[in-house]
């Protein structure tokens, strides 16, 4: 990947709708130049799908939290199972430290936070940060240019 990949990943990040010839226009490419890079990319896996980003709901009874949970390896597979299957489940992590999994949530109110929590507690200890605002969304990653 040279710059000009990295400008188009950008301009696409920031608008995956953004027209061809708008973006050679950005990148000073041709249509066609800017169209072939795309397609290489998407060939070779660095632009992986396109997608739309709803924005939420505002509500004042919806809860957003970040759960941890901390589970032993061997229950992994059931976790995962159990995520897949809850439609308040937006983004699960896996990481490093005290806890082994992340897990953002998107809950109707708190009833339903409390009630996912405790299917979490079944398999190990969790914590929960209950998300009240959010200052900064960089959903796709910045490309250093």
């Given at each position: 990947?040279?710059?000009?990949?990295?400008?188009?990943?950008?301009?696409?990040?920031?608008?995956?709708?953004?027209?061809?010839?708008?973006?050679?226009?950005?990148?000073?490419?041709?249509?066609?130049?800017?169209?072939?890079?795309?397609?290489r990319m998407e060939q070779d896996g660095i632009i992986d799908g396109y997608?739309?980003?709803?924005?939420?709901?505002?509500?004042?009874?919806?809860?957003?939290?970040?759960?941890?949970?901390?589970?032993?390896p061997s229950d992994r597979p059931l976790f995962l199972d159990m995520i897949?299957?809850?439609?308040?489940?937006?983004?699960?992590?896996?990481?490093?430290?005290?806890?082994?999994?992340?897990?953002?949530?998107?809950?109707?109110?708190?009833?339903?936070?409390?009630?996912?929590?405790?299917?979490?507690?079944?398999?190990?200890?969790?914590?929960?940060?209950?998300?009240?605002?959010?200052?900064?969304d960089r959903r796709a990653p910045q490309w250093e240019l």
């Amino acid at each position: 990947m040279d710059t000009i990949d990295k400008q188009i990943l950008s301009l696409l990040a920031e608008n995956a709708r953004m027209p061809v010839k708008e973006i050679a226009d950005r990148v000073a490419l041709t249509s066609p130049a800017v169209s072939g890079r795309i397609r290489r990319m998407e060939q070779d896996g660095i632009i992986d799908g396109y997608t739309v980003v709803l924005r939420p709901q505002s509500s004042k009874t919806q809860v957003n939290a970040l759960v941890s949970l901390s589970l032993h390896p061997s229950d992994r597979p059931l976790f995962l199972d159990m995520i897949g299957q809850m439609p308040q489940v937006r983004q699960c992590y896996h990481v490093t430290g005290s806890h082994s999994f992340i897990v953002k949530v998107c809950c109707q109110d708190m009833d339903q936070l409390e009630h996912l929590i405790n299917r979490f507690q079944k398999l190990g200890q969790t914590s929960t940060q209950i998300i009240l605002s959010t200052l900064l969304d960089r959903r796709a990653p910045q490309w250093e240019l």
